[in-house]
């Protein structure tokens, strides 16, 4: 859902401007041929290919058995709020206070949303990588604030470097999103990289928002997360959630950690408009925190094997991919091919019925590319490689 | 090394060592030699398939879980007994319990009488053995990790962002 540049996204009188900005998902033509097909293979999802492990939607289950269906408290049920902040400081030694500095959401989605919502007036500036996250340009447009893009590239493993981010601070930059590890390009950040954005961010006194829900995908190294970062604390929003970790996407949890003046405004918001997070998915959540961990581990070596798979296959067909370190989704270059991404996803998709998405739908730097999901069956995989190999001979230039 | 070979064979005894070699990150070559060691060392006993017989017409087996009582040797304890019960082919699988029996038996035969001629012609008579009570099987929800009948989930959305 990036912003049309062209202007000719259709006006409607009874819809808002605010609405009207946004331009529809760029993928809409895809379920359109999608809906007739039969025999698809699909590296064309964002998500993980397990079910919730049982254990964790059994609490669910005997949560509503016993009559656990009322609002929880606005921010969140307390053992849940409390065993998040745990977790955060025995994985990344950082201290939030369950009471006032985490507010539970509906996904990351939501405490995105919040997040812009509760530091941005009308035509302030985020900074934000391009490609990007589908989200996070509509939520900055949403909150009448301005994306600006810094572009980044395959030759530097999609990183972002400080200085890039930099050039682009006018009077007007109120803050920095970043989300590694990334979707769409599987990108992850080096903690020295890291660092030198949150000297910019101090240096020019910028709240930092940093989308981790992948943060526990990643693969032969370790994630720094930007809130652990010395004296960045004070301007940090740190997002997580369960969805990709726990293989919990459909629960719709997630939560933002930040010091309490921000937390407080996020909440206020939440109130008006969300109330409170589903109160099963809290309970389920509760649980994925206690005894979910061997689970984490375990899909996370399973979507390591498939990510090598891939990625050397991507290579070895002739699509260049250079190594993601994080999430579950390759990158690979088509510029090889003599067709844009819209054009290589969808003739891919008509001719050899793969789906991947098309880099473009995350940004103009984007373009290029395509997204491959590699959460789906090794068979699948291989055979997706297979058709995409014949499909690659056909085109190339 | 070994241990992510074995994680991947036991999940599909047919990945091949090149596939290996690529998930692990070393040469076929090295995954080939690691194989050969493990099955040298009875790490890998062997390569099975796990079949839904019951979707095989004409093709039904009897299976059947034994509880057997008996009476521990001095010395050798329940090991002897075991050892001559494991040589009956029709045991598949052989367990010495805690609880209210000692060892528990997975029986397999053509049909219901065949397996209760097991029982009353060889396992009875085997000196030690104080009682054995038959369940035998009528449905197999889930083996060996995987679910049998019913276990169609969910569907995926083909893409989502």
């Given amino acids: 859902m990036s912003v049309k540049e062209s202007g000719h996204t259709p006006k409607y009188k009874l819809i808002s401007d605010r609405a009207n900005r946004l331009s529809p998902s760029g993928i809409r033509k895809f379920f359109d041929l999608l809906m007739n097909m039969e025999g698809v293979i699909s590296l064309g999802v964002g998500e993980p290919d397990y079910s919730t492990p049982w254990h964790i939607s059994e609490a669910a289950v005997k949560s509503l058995e016993k009559g656990y269906t009322m609002y929880t408290s606005n921010s969140g049920i307390m053992e849940l709020r409390e065993l998040t902040c745990k977790y955060l400081k025995e994985k990344y030694n950082i201290d939030y206070d369950p009471y006032g500095e985490i507010l539970m959401t509906v996904g990351v989605s939501e405490a995105l949303d919040l997040a812009m919502r509760a530091i941005i007036n009308p035509g302030d500036e985020v900074i934000m990588t391009d490609p990007h996250y589908v989200a996070y340009d509509s939520c900055v447009i949403l909150a009448e604030g301005k994306p600006v893009m810094v572009p980044t590239y395959q030759k530097n493993n999609f990183e972002v470097e400080a200085k890039d981010i930099e050039a682009k601070i006018t009077k007007k930059t109120k803050a920095i999103l970043i989300g590694f590890p990334s979707n769409p390009t599987g990108a992850v950040m080096s903690k020295q990289k890291l660092l030198d954005i949150a000297k910019v961010a101090k240096k020019h006194n910028l709240t930092v928002i940093s989308d981790e829900i992948y943060a526990r995908l990643t693969y032969d190294m370790e994630h720094t997360c930007f809130a652990s970062l010395p004296g960045v604390r004070e301007n940090t929003i740190l997002l997580g959630g369960f969805s990709k970790a726990y293989a919990m996407t459909g629960w719709r949890i997630g939560y933002a950690v930040a010091p309490k003046e921000i937390i407080a405004a996020m909440t206020k918001i939440h109130q008006y408009t969300i109330m409170s997070a589903s109160t099963p998915a809290q309970v389920a959540a509760i649980e994925a925190l206690k005894t979910g961990e061997p689970d984490v581990v375990e899909m996370t070596e399973d979507y390591n094997r498939r990510r090598k798979v891939i990625v050397k296959g991507l290579n070895d067909i002739g699509l260049p991919c250079f190594e993601p370190k994080g999430a579950f989704y390759a990158f690979p270059s088509i510029t090889g091919m003599s067709m844009n991404s819209e054009e290589f996803s969808e003739r891919l998709l008509t001719e050899e019925k793969v789906a991947v998405v098309p880099g473009s739908a995350f940004g103009a730097c984007g373009e290029g590319y395509v997204r491959c999901c590699y959460a789906t069956s090794l068979a699948d995989i291989e055979e997706a490689l297979k058709r995409m190999a014949r499909f690659v001979k056909k085109y190339k230039k | ?161």
Wanted: charged share 30%; proline share 1%.
């Fill in chain 2, 1 to 161: 090394m070994l241990k992510d070979v074995l994680k991947i064979l036991e999940k599909d005894a047919r990945a091949t060592d090149k596939q290996i070699a690529t998930m692990v990150g070393v040469s076929a070559a090295e995954v080939n030699k690691a194989i050969k060691q493990a099955e040298k060392d009875k790490i890998i006993l062997k390569y099975k398939t796990l079949i839904n017989w019951e979707r095989v017409e004409g093709d039904e087996q009897v299976w059947a879980l034994i509880e057997v009582k008996v009476k521990p040797e001095p010395e050798v304890g329940f090991d002897s007994i075991a050892e001559r019960i494991a040589r009956f082919e029709q045991v598949r699988s052989l367990f010495l319990a805690s609880g209210t029996y000692d060892l528990l038996l997975v029986v397999m035969g053509k049909t219901e009488h065949k397996v209760a001629d097991f029982v009353s012609q060889n396992l009875a008579h085997i000196e030690g053995v104080q009682g054995t009570v038959t369940h035998f099987v009528l449905k197999r929800y889930k083996d060996d990790g995987e679910i049998l009948e019913g276990g169609e989930g969910a569907k995926r959305q083909q893409v989502v962002l």
